[in-house]
């Protein structure tokens, strides 16, 4: 059954009526449009989500496709595949858990739910539009049985303070509230749990290639 909720939320000043939903091949050009407001040149082109890469998304797990619309415009999304996950090996980079964004590796019989993207058009970042998407990916879990939401977490505010800190440090204080920064911060708002700094986990200058391995445990779980 596709997911579909009508919520207000906040934008400048007022309150605006929007649709979190799964997205369909007729989106596939507002999410590319989503992708170019994101990330306008000098970032390459070739990086923003193609049509075989959505293609994918929504025809191997369209469940895992959501999307955040407003007067017709796409304007918030997040993609998600199945996977097997063993915590004892938590070690893996963005392309091995993604297949490259292409989702081909989505095994209906996974254990977890792995966040591939969000994305979030920047006038409306004030929104709270990521955490209704997380909010959908959590209640996905839960309808699904699996363990656990998991994903790796950009850390796009460690490359100002690289030379003062080191990653671990910089993850560390972001935890006790000393420092923010735009993703780890929100994904702790949203109920992340921290478990495991990777290194060289995506191409991400800002970050220094490294990412925080971050959970949300379905406390509904049934099966063992």
């Not at 998304?57 to 595949?81: D, K, M, Q, W």
Request: proline share 7%; net charge negative; glycine share 8%.
């Amino acid at each position: 059954m596709a997911y579909h909720s009508e919520v207000m939320v906040p934008h400048n000043g007022t309150f605006i009526p929007v649709a979190v939903r799964n997205y369909t091949r007729a989106d596939f050009d507002s999410m590319i449009a989503l992708q170019a407001d994101c990330f306008p040149p000098p970032f390459p082109e070739e990086l923003w989500w193609n049509e075989e890469q959505l293609g994918n998304h929504v025809s191997l797990f369209p469940e895992g496709a959501i999307c955040v619309e407003y007067n017709g415009r796409i304007i918030g999304s997040l993609t998600t595949l199945l996977v097997y996950f063993n915590p004892d090996e938590p070690m893996h980079t963005w392309e091995e858990a993604t297949d490259c964004g292409f989702i081909r590796n989505h095994n209906p019989d996974g254990n977890t739910l792995y966040i591939v993207d969000i994305c979030i058009s920047p006038e409306f970042r004030k929104a709270g539009l990521g955490k209704w998407m997380m909010q959908a990916v959590y209640q996905l879990a839960v309808k699904l049985d699996v363990g656990r939401v998991l994903g790796g977490g950009r850390m796009p505010g460690y490359g100002k303070v690289a030379g003062e800190l080191t990653a671990g440090q910089y993850v560390e204080k972001i935890v006790q509230g000393t420092l923010v920064d735009p993703v780890i911060t929100f994904l702790l708002r949203c109920g992340r749990m921290p478990v495991k700094l990777i290194e060289n986990y995506l191409d991400d200058e800002d970050s220094y290639n490294y990412a925080l391995l971050m959970e949300w445990k379905n406390p509904f779980k049934r099966g063992k």
